[in-house]
């Protein structure tokens, strides 16, 4: 179970994810009178079947611009009905919504990391986490921004006896590098081997994972290492930058 925190946002962000089916969940970036991605450290849960992301660019009474995001009925988003502005002298001046996938509305209306080349990511169960390690790598909904050495990273661990739990969170980023072309080089030599050469045993179930594009680590590790290993072999994933590229 999700921890107390954010003044009980995440008890009623877990009792969402219990009722709404899981082909249903889309995932939203939840801001609140941001200045900037960095400042929506939170994803909520919304129903896809009924719901939208969204992210207005709001211009307050005081001339502040700010962002508001998170889930947002098909019927505003449709313009079946207008989106209730949150005082009577403020104006937006943009509004988005999407359903394509999670996180979409994290690109709208303008919103961006003010610092470029720095990582966000799913932060659970590392030291710096406001939310403990979780059994489902999707109960994670909180996010953290990197220090400028930094990147995502994402580690399984199994212990004797319990089911698996997951970390995310931060990770140096020149250890980061090291690590995945260690990886990746184990990857390659045993590809196919798996279980019939003394150096590729079966695969151990610790696995430690990074990456650095916004979001990236959030996943099973192992999931997330074989998809960024068949980009890498596509000549899509970056082992200097640990980013993904949409190719040519």
């Keep these: 179970m999700l921890s107390v925190l954010f003044g009980g946002f995440l008890i009623a ?3 969402v994810l219990a ?3 899981a082909e249903h969940q889309l995932r939203c970036r939840l801001c609140n009178n941001a200045l900037e991605l960095t400042d929506c450290t939170t994803q909520v849960v919304c129903d896809n079947r009924t719901e ?3 992210m207005d660019k709001v211009i307050t009474e005081t001339f502040n611009v700010v962002y508001r995001g998170g889930c947002r009925g098909r019927d505003y988003c449709s313009g079946f009905a207008a989106p209730v502005v949150g005082k009577r002298d403020e104006v937006i001046a943009c509004t988005r919504c999407c359903y394509n996938e999670d996180d979409c509305n994290r690109k709208f209306c303008g919103i961006k990391l003010i610092t470029p080349n720095i990582s ?7 030291q710096s986490s406001v ?3 979780v059994r489902n790598p999707h109960d994670c909904l909180s996010l953290t921004t990197c220090d400028t050495d930094e990147v995502c990273y994402a580690k399984d661990v199994y212990n004797p006896g319990s089911s698996p739990s997951f970390i995310f969170g931060c990770q140096n980023k020149y250890m980061c590098r090291l690590l995945m072309r260690e990886v990746f080089n184990h ?3 045993c590809q196919g081997h798996f279980g019939h050469t003394p150096y590729c ?3 151990s179930a610790v696995c430690d994972v990074c990456c650095s594009d916004t979001g990236c680590n959030l996943g099973d590790c192992h999931s997330i290492r074989e998809r960024l290993y068949s980009l890498y072999k596509k000549g899509l994933f970056n082992l200097d930058t640990l980013q993904i590229s949409m190719g040519p």
Excluded: R
């Design 201 to 203: 045993q079966s695969e």
């Design 19 to 21: 009722q709404i089916p």
């Design 131 to 133: 939310q403990s390690a």
């Design 13 to 15: 962000a877990w009792a």
């Design 120 to 126: 966000q990511c799913f932060s659970c169960g590392s």
């Design 52 to 54: 939208d992301c969204y």
């Design 187 to 189: 990857l390659d030599q």
